[in-house]
């Protein structure tokens, strides 16, 4: 498909940011727009690299007008792809209060789909997770076939948003893609999520919370092969198709961090197990399949190659990490642009 402009949706964000890096190196002809309210895991500090390249819009995906915005600032619809990233993320903060992730990642997903239709976009890829089939026995896959059987306000939000996305396609014809990601890792991820929290606080010597048996487990994948796998369905992927993504790379969290701790040289005795989180599901492990046979991605990282890349990331960036646990970053946008 032959787009003009991207216009990403939460591209302060982890995965946002990571793919606008990409947009930025691999597609230089492409006018790249990005629409983020700058919540606290938005950070234009992510985007400073490529500040020259990307058009930046502060705005609130739930507003129509904020939406307009940035549908106007990329251009002509019939030439627009739209990646939809923009979302409250985290399981742990939906468990204390679900209300924000019903707003943003359900409400703000309609705004935008009723936004987009009326712009005419050629294209709408819908970031999703595998979070939404819910939780795994020790056996099986999740397939794009697997029922919904989403378990956290999160996940029940972003079932909630895909649905949407769904019935657009259904109802109005709309050139909607929906994908569903396994956990990420990699450069520019919030200090709350898994990897980036034992990282900081193993570098601290500080204890690294792991909840429950620390059995639960997780499929990982590389973030830059997720922003490839995005890529591939805003170019080829069929509307009203769902596409699952992962790592084939199943690890219990405890693994995970015993993997990190060795790459740092710190000791396991800063493993501390924590009272486990309500409803936690057990595990998470995808069938990437058809985005391979379909679209001919598969990932082109392993986890021998990429953990590495990520730990010494982390450690190279000691401003940033610490910008961000410090809540410094927030003034980053007021000082670049003096508001
Ligand atoms: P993130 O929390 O790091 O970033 C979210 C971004 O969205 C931030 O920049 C934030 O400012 C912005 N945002 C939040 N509310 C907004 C609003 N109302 N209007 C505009 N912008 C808003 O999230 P992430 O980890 O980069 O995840 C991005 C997307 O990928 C999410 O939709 C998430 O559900 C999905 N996903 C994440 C993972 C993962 O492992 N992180 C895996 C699969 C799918
Ligand atoms: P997280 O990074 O929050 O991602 P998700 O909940 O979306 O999978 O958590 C990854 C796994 O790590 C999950 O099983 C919960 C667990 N976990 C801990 O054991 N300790 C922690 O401090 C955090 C944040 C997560």
């Known amino acids: 498909m032959a787009l003009d402009s991207v216009l990403v949706t939460g591209g302060a964000g982890f995965i946002g940011s990571n793919f606008i890096h990409m947009l930025c190196e691999e597609r230089p002809e492409l006018r790249v727009v990005n629409l983020d309210a700058l919540t606290y895991a938005g950070n234009l500090a992510n985007l400073t690299a490529v500040e020259d390249r990307t058009h930046f819009v502060h705005g609130d995906v739930r507003s129509a007008e904020d939406v307009g915005k940035a549908l106007d600032a990329a251009g002509e619809g019939s030439k627009m792809g739209v990646v939809h990233m923009a979302a409250e993320s985290h399981v742990d903060r939906s468990i204390i209060d679900g209300e924000a992730f019903v707003s943003t990642n359900v409400v703000g997903t309609q705004v935008l789909l009723d936004a987009c ?5 050629a294209r709408f890829v819908h970031v999703s997770t595998d979070e939404v089939y819910g939780s795994l026995g020790s056996e099986g896959l999740f397939t794009e076939r697997t029922p ?92 009203g198709e769902v596409y ?31 009272d486990d989180r309500p409803g936690h599901d057990r595990r998470y492990a995808i069938d990437a399949g058809k985005i391979g046979r379909e679209l001919g991605w598969t990932p082109r990282f392993t986890f021998e190659r990429a953990l590495p890349l990520t730990v010494r990331w982390y450690q190279a960036q000691v401003e940033w990490l610490q910008s961000v646990r410090s809540g410094d970053y927030r003034d980053y946008y007021r000082r670049q642009y003096g508001r």
């Open 117 to 121: 239709r009326a712009h005419g976009v």
């Open 148 to 239: 919904l059987a989403p378990n956290s306000p999160y996940s029940a939000s972003k079932a909630g948003s895909d649905l949407l996305v769904r019935a657009a396609f259904h109802t109005h014809g709309f050139p909607g893609c929906i994908t569903r990601c396994s956990n990420n890792y990699g450069p520019y991820q919030f200090p709350e999520k898994l990897l980036p929290l034992i990282i900081a606080n193993a570098q601290e010597d500080r204890d690294l919370p792991i909840y429950g048996d620390g059995m639960y487990v997780r499929d990982w994948l590389y973030v830059r092969d997720h922003c490839e796998a995005i890529s591939a369905v805003l170019e080829r992927g069929v509307p």
């Open 244 to 274: 699952n993504i992962g790592g084939n790379n199943e690890l219990a969290n405890l693994n995970l961090v015993k993997r990190v701790l060795a790459e740092l040289g710190k000791p396991e005795s800063l493993i501390t197990f924590v």
